[in-house]
T-cell receptor, first 112, second 113 residues
Framework: SQTIHQWPATLVQPVGSPLSLECTVE??????LYWYRQAAGRGLQLLFY??????ISSEVPQNLSASRPQDRQFILSSKKLLLSDSGFYLC???????????FGSGTQLSVL | GDSVTQMEGPVTLSEEAFLTINCTYT??????LFWYVQYPGEGLQLLLK?????DKGSNKGFEATYRKETTSFHLEKGSVQVSDSAVYFC????????????FGQGTTLQVKP
């Protein structure tokens, strides 16, 4: 069966520090991968999605970047965190566009 | 652009009460509509979906009907349980079918025994 792993679960980082959140999927190949963010009081916002290795689409201009070095690995990064980067980050995957999304357990990021 | 609006929470109900969580959307074309649920300490999971007008999605006693005329997808359950306490998200899919979802802000449901 397929599983999705996302870590860490919580993270507290100072402003200006780098960020790396990792997500891996098991039990499937060539998944569509997504990074979402939920800011306090707001809905989930799509940040990045990827349909294959090295293929990244960015939905909103921001301080973050994403990479997909392997088929089932999706990394969210920042060189210098801002206070506004605080939020709940969710990784997700689907077998095909428009199909059911499976979500990781999320990372609560606090930038202080 | 496309958007989803949910009723604000938190919603607090007694066990066996009737539940309605309102959801309305704005979209070009005819998107698919979804309800996702996030139980405490767990990740989001799909609760139900509807892909075209007048479709009814149902799962675990929850139902929602795709109403094109009112651009709504309200979530209902006839008798809630304590175990239904969670955050519920309404969402629509991007009509270009890239798999992107646009979510509402989420509604927290608390069911008391």
């Amino acid at each position: 069966s397929q599983t999705i792993h996302q870590w860490p679960a919580t993270l507290v980082q100072p402003v200006g520090s780098p960020l790396s959140l990792e997500c891996t999927v098991e039990g499937t190949s060539n998944p569509n991968l997504y990074w979402y963010r939920q800011a306090a009081g707001r809905g989930l916002q799509l940040l990045f999605y990827s349909v294959g290795i090295g293929q990244i689409s960015s939905e909103v201009p921001q301080n973050l970047s994403a990479s997909r070095p392997q088929d089932r690995q999706f990394i969210l990064s920042s060189k210098k965190l801002l206070l506004s980067d605080s939020g709940f980050y969710l990784c997700a995957w689907s077998e095909d566009p428009g199909g059911k999304l499976f979500f990781g357990s999320g990372t609560q990021l606090s930038v202080l | 652009g496309d958007s989803v609006t949910q009723m604000e929470g938190p919603v607090t109900l007694s066990e066996e009460a009737f539940l309605t969580i309102n959801c309305t959307y704005t979209a070009t074309g005819y998107p698919s509509l979804f309800w996702y649920v996030q139980y405490p300490g767990e990740g989001l999971q799909l609760l139900l979906k509807a892909t075209k007008a007048d479709d009814k999605g149902s799962n675990k006693g929850f139902e929602a009907t795709y109403r094109k005329e009112t651009t709504s997808f309200h979530l209902e359950k006839g008798s809630v349980q304590v175990s239904d306490s969670a955050v519920y998200f309404c969402a629509l899919s991007d009509v270009s079918n890239t798999g992107k979802l646009i979510f509402g802000q989420g509604t927290t449901l608390q069911v008391k025994p």
